[in-house]
């Protein structure tokens, strides 16, 4: 997030040298949440975070929460219609090529801002708020969960988690995650 953005570290052309954070596939079927992880991949590439989801082919709901250098987070939900996205820095497209991505499907500019001078820039949301709002997290929430700046990625994430329901199956899985 802007006040956290402390070592620019970017992501071009889909390296993953010295990106930290996850990429976690959320799953509700038949009343039950299932978490499991996605590739390294995924953090660097939107076509392969979808390509991944689309691969888990369960009739019920099913979306990726990505954490990305612990900078930013994206929410990714493949459809029928086209994949609904939602990402919690759009300035962050400055730096990395997969907020760029998300932004390029989202129909957004990149923001024209000095890299120098994005530590001095209030983040701002792209996307679809109501992304997750038949789950139990309705756009208004999920705005003031996005508004809590001062937050890393990963703890916005399980504020969503527990809105909707899978606090336990996400904190599971990220404990199994090496950090």
Not at 49 to 71: I, P, Q, T
């Amino acid at each position: 997030m802007g006040a956290q953005r402390a070592n620019n570290i970017s992501a071009s052309a889909g390296s993953m040298e010295d990106l930290t954070g996850f990429g976690i596939a959320v799953v509700r079927e038949e009343g039950r949440w299932k978490c499991g992880p996605l590739s390294e991949g995924a953090l660097t590439s939107l076509r392969t975070a979808e390509k991944e989801l689309l691969e888990l082919r369960s009739s019920g709901a099913v979306f990726g929460l990505l954490d990305v250098d612990d900078e930013f987070f994206v929410i990714v939900r493949p459809a029928p219609t086209g994949t609904r996205l939602l990402i919690s820095d759009a300035t962050a497209a400055i730096d990395y090529d997969i907020a760029a991505d998300v932004l390029e499907a989202l129909n957004v500019d990149i923001p024209d801002i000095d890299p120098d001078e994005l530590d001095d820039v209030e983040p701002w949301e792209e996307g679809d708020l109501g992304v997750l709002a038949d789950l139990g997290l309705p756009d208004a929430v999920l705005g003031v969960i996005l508004a809590e700046t001062d937050l890393y990625p990963d703890e916005q994430l399980t504020m969503v988690a527990q809105r909707c329901g899978f606090e336990a199956e996400l904190s599971a899985e990220l404990d199994k995650l090496p950090r």
